[in-house]
């Protein structure tokens, strides 16, 4: 087995806290610069056609930073383990910041796409390390729960926000502002970061290579072959291929992460039910909500006629309801527990997507936004639970690997749920009385029923007994 030594750890004890709370939020803020990228170039798409895309290739302006984020996410998480998290989560962010500058100038798709891509490089660099400097950097345990909850709200609003950012971008200025966005966040999160979050302690212990290798190697190809299904064909020997590929490489870590004294991915954090169930219903919800948006940018588009603009704020009730609840869910994570509101929130998605499959031919925004309002307030009750549930009983200094698995699982489940929905939606959006519709409605049927799977999930932590679940974040 094959290993790669680290330079010398620091001899710290204890993780160091911030000098202020607000480095916890400037943290925050570099994780919803990141999240809004997933999502705010989307309502754009038909401006940055005109830089000469194909119908073909211009879902790769979104594939591509999907491929990479969701690639190199437990790299990521490992990294800042090993070599410190804030080091590793500048670098990211830096990184971030200067390819949203390169695609914001892009001049021909290769440069746009290429941009995109090494965006992705860097927020799976920044984005498993911001959960860890929260949990470990926390001056006491009320300040961590708020960073928690604040943390839940932008991971999980941020993409209906990026969608609003998007449209308003788009209109007023140009869609290159929605790549150009992110260059004074990025440099004020890199100050700011510098200055009130100190550094964690660096790890003893080898690198483990072949676990980068076969993790790495694994996500890819398995996130290339979902993003092209749709286009390739679920049967093709291209998309079966990549994914026996991606089965053998995560069987190769699986393997290797047993005897590796330092793993990339310690698979004793699998042995918890309560997490592995939190870490499927993530992957539900972020998968049938990705679909969902999918579906409806393109109703309000291109089935209404709204602009860019006016697609975007429709989608407000969604991270309003997220960003209200924030508010009180460490109280009633306290008072009901994980496990029912974890339930209870992928159970309102179920009823949010399933009303959507119920769309007519002469459906309007008003049919629509009752399902935006109730899904926000499921994700908003449902998403910090799931991330206390996934971080309960970690140790500090596996905090980075944990994180990035819970943002692997999402990125997978979304890439997973995403190519599903589109594909459902492209098989049938060629029969019945319209085409949209008809196919729209089999497709909003399929997130629904992949939310009810992650609803499933969250049952089982109800079920259980009381103390194998989390009653408080």
């Known amino acids: 087995m094959t290993t790669t030594s680290m330079p010398p750890a620091s001899t710290a004890t204890a993780a160091p806290r911030t000098q202020s ?5 400037i943290v925050l803020l570099a994780q919803l610069m990141i999240v809004l990228d997933a999502t705010i170039v989307n309502v754009a798409l038909p401006h940055i056609a005109t830089l000469g895309f194909g119908p073909a290739s211009l879902s790769w302006v979104l594939n591509a930073y999907t491929l990479a984020f969701g690639g190199l996410l437990l790299l990521g998480g490992r990294l800042g383990d090993v070599l410190g998290r804030r080091r590793i989560f ?63 709200a932008v991971s999980s609003g941020g993409g209906g926000l990026g969608l609003i950012l998007g449209g308003v971008l788009t209109e007023a200025i140009s869609w290159r502002w929605t790549l150009f966005v992110n260059v004074p966040i990025g440099i004020a999160v890199i100050l700011g970061v510098s200055r009130l979050v100190a550094e964690t302690p660096r790890r003893h212990g080898k690198f483990d290579l072949v676990g980068a290798i076969t ?19 679920w049967g093709d020997a291209r998309t079966i291929g990549l994914i026996v590929i991606s089965i053998l490489l995560f069987t190769g870590l699986v393997l290797t992460e047993q005897r590796h004294p330092h793993p990339l991915l310690r698979l004793g954090l699998l042995r918890n039910q309560a997490r592995v169930a939190a870490l499927v219903t993530a992957a539900a919800m972020f998968g049938s909500m990705l679909g969902m948006f999918y579906l409806t940018v393109q109703f309000l588009e291109d089935q209404i006629g709204l602009s860019a603009l006016q697609a975007g704020l429709g989608f407000l009730p969604w991270p309003l309801s997220i960003f209200t609840l924030s508010r009180v869910m460490p109280r009633l994570v306290a008072r009901f527990g994980a496990g029912r509101l974890m339930a209870t929130g992928v159970a309102l998605l179920v009823l949010a997507f399933a009303h959507l499959a119920t769309l007519g031919t002469h459906a309007g925004y008003w049919f629509v936004m009752p399902s935006l309002l109730v899904g926000g307030i499921g994700i908003g009750l449902s998403f910090m639970p799931v991330t206390a549930t996934v971080l309960r009983g970690v140790e500090p200094e596996h905090a980075g690997s944990a994180s990035g698995l819970l943002q692997t699982m999402q990125q997978l489940g979304g890439a997973i749920g995403f190519a599903i929905v589109t594909s459902v939606f492209a098989a049938h959006a060629s029969l019945g009385e319209s085409g949209f519709v008809h196919g729209a409605r089999a497709g909003f049927w399929t997130a629904a029923i992949l939310a009810g799977l992650g609803c499933l999930s969250a049952l089982t932590l109800v079920v259980r007994r009381p103390a194998a679940v989390p009653d408080a974040a």
């Open 21 to 25: 709370p607000l480095g916890l939020y």
């Open 90 to 152: 500048l670098t990211g962010v830096a990184v971030f910041t200067v390819f949203s500058f390169v695609g914001g100038l892009a001049a021909d798709p290769t440069m746009l796409v290429a941009a995109r891509a090494l965006q992705g490089v860097g927020a799976a660099l920044a984005a498993p390390s911001v959960l860890a400097l929260i949990t470990t950097n926390a001056p006491d345990e009320a300040a961590r729960n708020r960073a928690l909850s604040a943390f839940a």
């Open 215 to 233: 993790a790495t190697g694994g996500a890819v190809s398995l996130v290339y072959a979902l993003v092209n299904a749709p286009d390739w064909g």
